[in-house]
């Protein structure tokens, strides 16, 4: 096993950039997420540290060795693609000792070798199927252990669980995070599902436009996010992010007025300086007495059976699109589309983010 470093790598394509500057370790035996949407340069960052696409410029590392100029076969890692491309005319046996019958391992120690990878992904008993003969989730595990039986150094999986159903989805996470805990191998694995990265990942890597965002555990990024898009990319739903300026100690939001939290005064935003507001929806209650924060007319209710999510807008926005606030209640709340609701936030919850740059400004650690 080894660890994964890359060092300023960059690629370009012609004229355009689709990675730059990426920088990261995952030590030995770590499982990093890369996680961002669609053409953020997530798959070219696998595939450069497999060997199949070169850097333009940079280091990269597998254990001590510099490999940018070692080819992806020699490198010892072992890639699932999200079209898993089994062998159609190999049994599920024959595919998943496909890699090691390259490698020359003795025969003899193939067999017991895959049986037990087949054992812990519950594939044992389609051995001498071919692939037209399984599910998508069974073509998925078999891609897996075929990848796993090899013993590679380091893993890479980019969004394997893409073609699956959710139930499947559910299950075949859960038993990569099991996997991954039986056999340690360092595995980097792709993503654009929020929820992957959070559940699976020892750390994660949030990309946005082939630049890194943020690096950190799944709970600390969820808590502290570094700028807008992270925050508004981890978190189901999504933290509420709400245009609004600052004046007076109070952040005014279209027509009503919020206080800044306590703990915020010292700091010194230009007067009437554009901010955006964050605020997740588990951080805002229907008010219960006569004091409230804001104001919104419920448009949508989503009862959900353990809990409630509500959508509501801001009433008498000077503005063509109004501003959307979610917020999630217990499953008895049930207000009516229509109703004006007034909401209470926990401020000790709220970020704020230059409107512009995207920055968190606060809190400020
Ligand atoms: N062979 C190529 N030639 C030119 N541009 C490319 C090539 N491969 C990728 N790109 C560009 O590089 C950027 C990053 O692509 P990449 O496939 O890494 O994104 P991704 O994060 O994996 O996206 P997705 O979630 O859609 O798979 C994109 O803008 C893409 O169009
Ligand atoms: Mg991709």
């Known amino acids: 096993m080894a660890n994964v470093r890359l060092e300023e790598i ?119 199927r071919k692939p037209r003969q399984l599910s998508g989730g069974q073509q998925q595990r078999v891609a897996l252990g075929r990848a796993i039986a090899r013993k590679p ?34 595995t980097v694995y792709v993503t654009h599902d929020q929820v992957e990265a959070m559940t699976l990942a020892d750390q994660i890597v949030v990309l946005n436009k082939g630049q890194i965002q943020q690096i950190g555990e799944p709970q600390a990024i969820y808590a502290r996010p570094a700028n807008k898009m992270v925050a508004a990319f981890l978190g189901s739903p999504p933290m509420n992010l709400l245009e609004a300026r600052l004046d007076d100690q109070q952040f005014w939001v279209d027509q009503q007025t919020l206080p800044c939290p306590a703990t915020m005064q010292p700091i010194k935003l230009p007067k009437s300086q554009r901010v955006s507001l964050g605020i997740r929806p588990e951080h805002v209650q229907i008010a219960s007495g006569e004091k409230f924060h804001l104001q919104v007319d419920v448009t949508v209710v989503e009862p959900l059976g353990r809990e409630t999510l509500i959508r ?45 740059t995207g920055e968190r400004l606060y809190p400020f650690e």
């Open 10 to 128: 960059t690629r370009r394509f012609g004229g355009s950039t689709a990675i730059k500057d990426i920088s990261f370790e995952v030590p030995d035996g770590q499982f990093w997420v890369l996680v961002g949407p669609s053409g953020c340069g997530k798959s070219t960052i696998l595939r450069t540290i497999a060997g199949l696409e070169p850097v333009t410029q940079g280091k990269l590392y597998i254990g001590d060795t510099l490999v940018n100029q070692v080819p992806a076969r020699q490198r010892d890692v072992a890639m699932v693609f999200q079209n898993y491309a089994l062998y159609p005319h190999m049994t599920v046996a024959q595919n998943l000792a496909f890699g090691l019958r390259m490698r020359q391992v003795d025969p003899s120690k193939i067999q017991g070798q895959i049986e037990t990878v087949a054992r812990s992904l519950d594939i044992a008993h389609l051995m001498d």
């Open 312 to 356: 509501g807008i801001l009433p008498e926005g000077d503005r063509t699109a109004p501003q959307v606030i979610n917020l999630q209640t217990g499953p008895t709340v049930n207000p009516k589309p229509g109703e004006r609701l007034p909401l209470q936030f926990n401020l000790d919850r709220l970020f704020v983010f230059d409107s512009i």
């Open 153 to 186: 150094r380091v893993f890479l999986l980019d969004e394997p669980l893409s073609n699956l159903d959710a139930q499947l989805r559910d299950d075949t996470r859960a038993e990569l995070k099991q996997l991954h805990q039986n056999f340690g191998i360092t």
